[in-house]
Every structure is written in structure tokens, then in C-alpha cells.
């Protein structure tokens, strides 16, 4: 079955970096897109980024633009959300994501905390 699994979420300054990694089996990887969401407390879940099978092509949200970066190693089956200049706003819990092909069902990992604080 899909399995989304996330890592790399922490507590970091204001300023500084952290890099994402979701794991994914059960699927054909590479003709996948891959999405990052996030959700922080008393928020709705939104769209950070999101990457085509083969990672010619990206899409972020406006506020991410330039300060995150989504990649993937399809040989590894791996997507990374590199995130730099993270601000306290970023604050949030981080959720890779895919749409099964044949089902159109969304499958979720079980998310990464991710803390912007001094």
C-alpha cells in the first residue's frame, strides 16, 4: 500500500534552514507528482509546493516562492522540501502528499513538525 513516510522537521532560528525528506513506497514513484502541504495550529492545511514525475516542472505558493525548494530522486523514491530563511509564520506541521493515479484518492504522511523560534 502508499506509504508517505516524512523526516527532517526540528526546532530552527528564525534565519536558518531545514531540509524535508519523505520516503514513498506502494507506487509508481517516478510518474507521480509530490506535494508539500503544511498546517499551522487553527489553520487549514495549505499547498507549499508540489513537483512533476520526471521534476521538470514546480510549483509554489506565492509565500514560498524563492525561500523553499521541492526536489525528488526518483531512484531513491525520496521527494526533499529544502526551506531557507524559514520565519516564525512557517511554523507548522509538514505533510507530503500524493494523488493515487487510478484511485484519485489523496494519501498523506503522517506529517513533520517544524518549529521557527528563538
Known amino acids: 500500500q502508499v506509504q508517505l513516510v516524512e523526516s527532517g522537521g526540528g526546532l530552527v532560528q528564525p534565519g536558518g534552514s531545514l531540509r524535508l525528506s519523505c520516503a514513498a513506497s506502494?507506487?509508481?514513484?517516478?510518474?507521480?507528482?509530490m506535494s508539500w502541504y503544511r498546517q499551522a495550529p487553527g489553520k487549514e492545511r495549505e499547498l507549499v509546493a508540489s513537483i512533476t514525475g520526471a521534476g521538470r516542472s514546480a510549483n509554489y505558493a506565492d509565500s514560498m516562492k524563492g525561500r523553499f525548494t521541492i526536489s525528488r530522486d526518483n531512484a531513491k523514491n525520496t521527494t526533499y522540501l529544502q526551506m531557507n530563511n524559514l520565519k516564525p509564520e512557517d511554523t507548522a506541521v509538514y505533510y507530503c502528499?500524493?494523488?493515487?493515479?487510478?484511485?484519485?484518492?489523496?494519501?498523506w504522511g503522517q506529517g513533520t513538525q517544524v518549529t521557527v523560534s528563538s
Open positions: 506502494g507506487f509508481t514513484f517516478s510518474s507521480s507528482t
Open positions: 502528499a500524493t494523488v493515487g493515479v487510478a484511485s484519485g484518492r489523496t494519501y
